[in-house]
């Protein structure tokens, strides 16, 4: 008895004291506001140096193409990537052939690698993104052996 | 005395209820007619910022919709609807033709079910978050749900059953769900007077035995038990680990006006099933084989598809038979829940009739078998006097008690139908310590883990039956109402009401960390077996196969390969046999194409589903994705030609340019 009596003092008091105040929860204001937003327009780099961001920072390639890894590579290609990249033509999106003489191979390997962060953060990925109605390249999944693959059957094209 | 203080706690409710009212008629607060008794900081305790993941899932049985719904604690946040034996065109469930197989049953294929009481899976007493395990009611069926994909994985009709409600109740290693049947029925069934229930019903306990690493179920065997009707069950643990136990109500045998008729007797009976016993009878062929006519459905998550199988006999014991397999216990007033507690020594029941709850002892009830102190037998079934196996009374903590969970710290709490409340009180010395209103009528409760050897016992989650003013009103239809309680402190606290779909009955909880890191993301394309899998767009083709017109189609974003068509002609049945290509997180796809009688398709990545399409009229008819998949999926669309009946209009189809593959 005495203890019901309590809560319903509780109770009284609590509404007295809060019944009206704000809607929301002081919680809610949780966003971070020392994110700010990145500007639109970025100064474009040099996309031969550019290695975009993402796991790959620095790759090796071979003085002549590795044709058992551009084999392994192809066979990838087809299966995961022909939905939207043709060889040779501009299809989705652009053609991979002579990617390598307008991009550098860690780029290249990032934007199979991580396109949802490339297309956030990397200048000349945005501007792609534009270029191509705003169609965004798909993230396969593809692990980074088999992104060095694709990349070497790209040296074939 | 006790009355008394019912009265005035009554009156002090009544005048905390005006007290609200009249306060809470400031600025937009629009509270409820009760607000319980909600503390202060209750908001902040159930409070989970935007980004923040739940501590617990919970999944609650989806009643009469036939489905479960999978919700965080403490937020109440409703997280996925897992459709089971309800179809749902909002994921294709029931309609494509991969998952129509899962809802075949003897009777032909089924839309609905009634769903109650979901059992997650259990290793050494624990839950173990691999699957979770749900009872159709009406047409006797369990069913098994993945929980690395939250989809149902397989359904088996249960035969010689009437109503599957005291199901699935499952061991502490699952090693079987069970399925206790709640009406009694001729087995097999036959053409009979209803009025020779007495000679001719029988209520048929299945024991369904779980494939330790694929969960495959499989009735191992059928306890055929006098004509009760089976209500609910708990399976033994630690030491009473073998045995499961049974509610039973309408030992009068009646078959009309059971509301008066099945509350003429005091007590009732609990069956208590030695399954290991029934283990050694069945090695030594003790069994019968009687034909049953039942569907068992698996689906594949390598085909994507499910698969029906006829089944046509099942293994039955007769407890006249097998003596040690089946003892009857008197328990009081029409027991409803039964709930065996942590340490597995107390059955704990609750006569729905009785102000009491009565408390089995398991280990007197092992020497009362040793010392044969019976008071009979119905049917060769010995009834053990109830003096004998009486553990314990909780005397007078509410009227109407029904389902009992536990916290792991010896106490246990009651749902109290009638008295509208949960009653918390102590294992062993069945003294109450607490209890606070439900709002209102509160039928299941459900601790996370409370069914277990192991308890998580932060929060106890009231399934309420009535929701009346709890929300705003929206017609004479109103959601069903749950509730929130803290029970880590010395009294429990009301944090949160939420509403819930369906008519939930039973739920069961979890720690989101022992499912979280098992989910599924998407499936491996180069995994895909479904027999109609387009791989690449290499592969998109259509195919005639005299009126039927099997369409190998793909989809990415944003487009469809083929997604222009020619050549469909009027009286086709054309299947869309759909490959979503994507291999990354929650970038499904859907398709639906105009005047489709059945449903869209929704496809996971990496998935392939089917739906058939006959068009019934000539013309162009168009196609699209339904999920909004990127800034294109607008442009995700296509046409398919529909040409009359014999027509000569060639079958072509492109994507882009139009060069037509013949
Ligand atoms: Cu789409």
Same mark, same amino acid.
């Given at each position: 008895? !005495?203890? $019901? ?16 105040? $704000? ?12 994110? /700010? ?26 003085? $002549? ?14 299966? !995961? ?20 003489? =307008? =991009? $550098? ?20 990925? /945005? /501007? ?13 999944n ?5 992104? =060095? ?9 | ?38 503390? &202060? ?7 989970? #910022?935007?980004?923040q993941y739940d501590e617990f899932y919970a999944f ?8 479960i719904a999978a919700y965080g604690?403490?937020?109440?946040r409703l997280l996925k609807v897992i ?37 997650l899976s ?5 839950t173990d978050g691999r699957w979770i ?12 749900i993945d929980l690395s994909t939250f989809e149902t994985a ?61 969960g ?75 034909? #049953? ?8 998550d ?186 880590? &402190? ?18 069961q909880g979890i720690s989101a960390e022992k499912i979280k890191p098992k989910s599924k993301q998407f499936f491996k ?58 291999q990354d997180f929650d970038v499904p796809?859907?398709? #639906? ?11 996971m990545p990496g998935q ?29 669309? &296509? ?6 009946? &014999? ?16």
């Amino acid at each position: 008895m !005495k203890n $019901s009596v309590l809560n319903l003092l509780t109770i009284i008091v609590l509404l007295a004291a809060f019944g009206c105040s $704000s809607d929301k929860p002081e919680a809610a204001a949780t966003g971070d506001s020392s994110v /700010k937003p990145k500007s639109m327009v970025a100064e474009e780099p040099d996309p031969m140096t550019n290695k975009g961001v993402g796991p790959i920072t620095s790759i090796e390639l071979g003085a $002549s193409v590795d044709q058992a890894l551009a084999d392994k590579g192809k066979a990838i290609y087809e299966a !995961k990537c022909t939905a939207c990249h043709k060889p040779t033509e501009k299809f989705i999106g652009p053609a991979p052939k002579g990617i390598l003489d =307008r =991009r $550098s191979p860690e780029w290249v390997m990032n934007m199979i690698l991580a396109p949802e962060k490339m297309v956030k953060e990397d200048p000349i990925a /945005k /501007k792609l993104l534009m270029e191509f109605n705003g169609s965004p390249m798909a993230n396969q999944n593809l692990t980074q052996d088999e992104a =060095r693959q694709v990349l070497e059957y790209f040296r074939t094209l | 005395m006790k009355k008394q203080s019912n009265q005035l706690s009554n009156l002090l409710l009544a005048a905390m209820v005006a007290l609200v009212l009249v306060l809470s008629s400031c600025g937009k607060a629009n509270q409820g007619p009760t607000s319980g008794a909600l503390s &202060g900081n209750a908001a902040s305790k159930v409070y989970v #910022a935007p980004g923040q993941y739940d501590e617990f899932y919970a999944f609650m049985s989806g009643g009469f919709s036939g489905q479960i719904a999978a919700y965080g604690l403490p937020s109440g946040r409703l997280l996925k609807v897992i459709p089971v034996f309800s179809v749902d065109p909002e994921k294709g469930y029931g309609f494509n033709e991969e998952t129509k197989p899962l809802l075949n049953t003897s009777h032909g294929f089924i839309p609905w079910d009634d769903a109650h009481h979901p059992a997650l899976s259990q290793t050494n007493g624990e839950t173990d978050g691999r699957w979770i395990f749900i009872n159709g009611n009406n047409t006797p069926r369990l069913a098994r749900i993945d929980l690395s994909t939250f989809e149902t994985a397989e359904i088996l009709e249960i035969p010689n059953s009437g109503g599957n409600h005291s199901s699935p109740y499952l061991t502490q290693n699952t090693e079987y769900v069970v399925a206790g049947t709640r009406f009694s029925v001729p087995i097999p069934q036959k053409d009979v007077a209803i009025s020779s229930y007495a000679e001719n019903f029988k209520g048929a306990l299945s024991f369904v035995k779980v494939e330790p690493t694929t969960g495959r179920m499989n009735i191992e065997f059928q306890v055929l038990m006098p004509g009760l009707n089976f209500d609910l069950a708990s399976s033994g643990k630690g030491p009473s680990h073998g045995w499961t136990f049974f509610t039973s109500y309408n030992s009068e045998m009646k078959n009309s006006l059971l509301e008066v008729n099945a509350s003429q007797n005091d007590k009732d009976f609990v069956a208590a099933v030695n399954w290991k016993k029934a283990e050694e009878y069945l090695k030594a062929g003790k069994a019968k084989d009687f034909p #049953a006519n039942y569907m068992h459905n698996v689906y594949s998550d390598e085909t994507h598809t499910a698969t029906s199988t006829a089944m046509k006999s099942v293994k039955v014991l007769i407890p006249s038979e097998c003596p040690g397999l089946v003892y009857l216990l008197p328990t009081p007033k029409s027991p409803h829940g039964v709930d065996v507690d942590p340490t597995g020594e107390y059955i704990v029941c609750s006569g729905k009739l009785s102000a009491d709850i009565t408390a089995h002892s398991f280990p007197k009830m092992l020497k009362a078998i040793e010392d044969k102190a019976f008071d009979g037998d119905i049917s060769g079934v010995p009834i053990i006097k109830f003096e004998s196996v009486l553990g314990g009374t909780v005397k007078e903590p509410g009227l109407g008690p029904l389902h009992t969970e536990f916290d792991g710290k010896g106490n246990a709490y009651t749902s109290f139908f009638i008295s509208s409340e949960i009653v918390k009180w102590k294992v062993g010395t069945w003294e109450v310590i607490d209890r606070q209103p439900t709002y209102y009528s509160i039928g299941h409760l459900m601790v996370p883990g409370g069914n277990s050897m192991k308890p998580e016992g932060k929060y106890v989650v009231a399934l309420n039956k009535i929701t009346k003013d709890r929300y705003l009103p929206t017609g004479p239809e109103l959601t069903q109402s749950a509730q929130l309680y803290a029970i880590d &402190g010395d009294k429990m606290e009301l944090l949160l009401d939420f509403p819930t779909i369906g008519e939930p009955h039973y739920a069961q909880g979890i720690s989101a960390e022992k499912i979280k890191p098992k989910s599924k993301q998407f499936f491996k394309l180069s995994e895909n077996k479904h027999p109609y899998v387009t791989p690449t767009e290499k592969d998109a083709k259509v195919v005639r196969e005299g009126n039927n017109v099997h369409v190998y189609m793909t989809m990415i974003r944003s487009h469809f390969m083929p997604d222009n068509i020619e050549g469909f002609k009027v009286g086709d049945k054309v299947y869309f046999h759909v490959t979503n290509l994507e291999q990354d997180f929650d970038v499904p796809h859907g398709f #639906a194409v105009m005047g489709a009688t059945n449903a869209e398709l929704l496809i996971m990545p990496g998935q392939t589903e089917t739906l058939v399409w006959e068009p019934k009229k000539e013309g162009v008819f168009p196609l699209y994705c339904t999920d909004f998949c990127s800034a294109l999926h607008q442009e995700m669309q &296509g046409y398919a030609r529909v040409s009359p009946a &014999g027509s000569a209009t060639a079958l072509k189809w492109w994507l882009g340019d139009e060069k037509p593959v013949q």
